[in-house]
């Protein structure tokens, strides 16, 4: 059991998914609600994407690349 990985699926609120994301050193996540709602916060973050959905179209709206 690794105590720094935690499953949070359907455990938080909108609003406690989104404090959440907020409190995070550094954002790790596929292209997912997370990468945008943390753009938006302006802070570190690495978004991962397929080889068929390229960061430059489909990432967050960010001066920050």
């Not at 302006?42 to 991962?48: E, F, H, T, V």
């Amino acid at each position: 059991d690794n105590k720094k990985i935690s499953n949070i699926a359907g455990k938080l609120s909108l609003k406690e998914y989104i404090a959440l994301i907020d409190l995070c050193n550094l954002l790790i996540s596929v292209d997912t609600f997370a990468v945008h709602v943390r753009a938006s916060f302006d802070k570190s973050l690495i978004g991962i994407y397929s080889g068929t959905n390229y960061a430059y179209e489909w990432g967050p709206y960010t001066e920050k690349k």
